[in-house]
């Protein structure tokens, strides 16, 4: 990931009407950082000044933070160190209760924003802020990796499935992503299809779970209408590329906390491919798996991840059903999550260890997992980036209909701008002597003819925060040479998550190692270009039909399939939390603006 964590420990919920909890880091914080020389000439000591933040309004009594600083040579910029929030209630003697947060003067949102690292007193009462304020907050600009939400974590989880004893009778379904899958296998030095297997097997029998489904439907799904995406803007409103994919929930908070107005416009509007699968269960699968209808809130929906963003993305209202009072996506486990669960010695506990376990007689449904014919192979979308494929799909749709050229099963010809820079990389579509190609070019877009030298589409992936810093700069000086940018937070992308499994070795490049090990168990899978692909698209067309009740990139597919953001930062600027209400108001008001007419797909 392209920054250490903010995180926030212990931390319960708000009342459901608080709408944004402002910076908690007052403007600029005062910090004395003394280093008197000793006789023999070495630093002394450090003499540190403990200040007050207030979390204002409501009628209690005040609550003050008190913050530790600490700082030192290792920590710049993004760099932070953990921040633990911490309250004393203004009185010891009366029970903890966090009032609401009223407007405060706002910090710099800007890149070089530090992070203290706060301590508590040990005394203290435990802060309560729930996920949707932190959304709402423009003071974290991190992509927050390690923020712990009591509803998303294990300890939620665990009492909501059976024996749980909260609403066990809820039909717990659960999706599991492929980087988490590599993850595993390569922890255990097992294949692939023997981690699905296996997790099929504990989370049914364990953990209560009706279905265990994997991540590759619902990227296809997301696939095609970013695919759809993509032309429409070509054709009817440049003005909004390049398209930034918004699969990143940390990339989408920078954006919306920091770069507002100037890059929402360019984020791709489709659903990442958690919350489409989050829509498909509650909407459409529950009932296939249980026989009949069941309504979103008796759903009780597991996401297995690998990044801790994928919490923040669960929790946001857009994917809030406000009729059944319910989310997409109840509840984000990380893949290091699955993991403890697995080994800490408990009820949960995989006896003789996950390796070991026993599940030979576990046949994956093909309605549920991506498997070839035969079932004994998984099968992965066309993705040599291991983050979800956006860029090639996009790149080959495009390629076919904007050009004509036909780019099916031939291998995008990569480059590197950078020659170390291997996070960063680069593909453009060149114009055919033909000029039958040509003509297809220009056709819709007599106002853009391409000259020879100019490539007629140029994608890049950019990876990290470094080059998406880069990437931002060029987009603000009208400078970004690309179309569309597959973009994802952390280095060597969702392989490399925060919520994966790490290694023992804290050694750079043993870390590295072990992220290239982990996308090499994903290469190996085969891709639906060469297994699997032919059923799939047969599901999509069936799924597409039964729940969305038209075809990809329709109005009806928009509406369930599409999202909005929001520019948090300029809602921030106001000191009234009603205009931040106000603010997302309008934000939920803005329509796609490009032509939703449908598009006949070659299925």
Known sequence: MYSSAVKLADISDLAPSQSCVKPLIDAVKKQKKRRQPTAGGVAGGNEEEEEEVKLQENKGGAVRISMEMDLDASTVGFDASAVALKAASASAATPFNLPAVQSSSTASSS?????????????SATAMVSLNDCLACSGC?????????????VDELLSNVAG?????????????SFQTVASIAVKYAL????????LVKYLTTQLGAACVLDSAFAQHVSLRESQIEFVRRWREQKSSLPILTSECPGWVCYVEKTQGARVLPHLSRVR???????AFVKRHLARTVVGKP??????????????FDKKLEGSRDDFFDSDYKTRDVDCVITTDELVHLLEDEGPYQVKGGFAELEADDVQLDARFWNVSSDGQQLVRVVDTGGSGGYLEAVYRYAAKELFGIDLQGAALEYTRPGRRNRDLLEVQLKAPSSSAASAAANDGNDTNKKSKSKPLLRFARAYGFRNIQNIVRKMKQGKCPYDYVEIMACPSGCMNGGGQIRSDDARVMARRALVDSVQQAYLSLPSDSSAGGASQLASIRAVYSDWIGDVPGSDAAVRELHTQFHDVAAASDSDDPQDVVEQKKEDADVAVTADTKPITLAW
């Open 191 to 198: 294949s692939p299809l023997q981690v699905a297997k296996r």
């Open 272 to 278: 990442s491919a958690q919350q489409v699968s989050g």
């Open 141 to 153: 600009v991190t992509s927050a990796e390690t923020v712990l939400i009591t509803q998303q974590t």
């Open 111 to 123: 890149s070089s924003l530090f992070f203290p690292q706060m301590k508590a007193d040990k005394q």
């Open 164 to 176: 749980g004893g909260k609403d066990s009778d809820k039909v717990v379904i659960c999706t599991v």
């Open 294 to 307: 069941v309504a979103p809130d008796r759903v009780y929906h597991v996401s297995i991840m690998p990044c």
